[in-house]
């Protein structure tokens, strides 16, 4: 049901896109470049939700984000683009959305006081 189309750019980046066979849409985006030694480095997400580590693979950063944190994620339309917000810890009447037109970005809080 999906549709993989990757790009390698002369300056060594890499990118790959996932598309939706019925709807055309994009599902993810991702990019990656060559380390310093010439080998292939880590893919970064741009669009889409990010790959989860397996457990009990040995990682090699020494600190990490807690996996409670919301995780934002962009997806793509033909008419929009959207931020999907995942992991929230309460229920989704708890938050409200708003829009501070003098600094151009959105705000989400939460209506309680703890």
């Given at each position: 049901?999906?549709?993989?189309?990757?790009?390698?750019?002369?300056?060594g980046k890499?990118?790959?896109?996932?598309?939706?066979?019925?709807?055309?849409?994009?599902?993810?985006?991702?990019?990656?470049?060559?380390?310093?030694?010439?080998?292939?480095?880590?893919?970064?997400?741009?669009?889409?939700?990010?790959?989860?580590?397996?457990?009990?693979?040995?990682?090699?950063?020494?600190?990490?984000?807690?996996?409670?944190?919301?995780?934002?994620?962009?997806?793509?339309t033909?008419?929009?683009?959207?931020?999907?917000?995942?992991?929230?810890?309460?229920?989704?009447?708890?938050?409200?959305v708003?829009?501070?037109?003098?600094?151009?970005?959105?705000?989400?809080?939460?209506?309680n006081?703890?």
């Amino acid at each position: 049901g999906k549709r993989k189309i990757h790009y390698l750019f002369e300056d060594g980046k890499e990118m790959a896109e996932e598309y939706d066979v019925k709807t055309s849409q994009l599902v993810s985006r991702k990019w990656r470049e060559k380390n310093t030694l010439g080998g292939s480095g880590k893919w970064q997400v741009e669009v889409g939700e990010p790959v989860s580590p397996l457990l009990g693979a040995l990682e090699s950063e020494l600190i990490k984000e807690s996996s409670s944190n919301p995780v934002f994620m962009r997806k793509d339309t033909l008419s929009s683009f959207q931020w999907r917000i995942r992991n929230l810890p309460y229920p989704k009447e708890v938050y409200s959305v708003s829009v501070e037109k003098e600094q151009r970005c959105c705000v989400i809080r939460t209506t309680n006081k703890k």
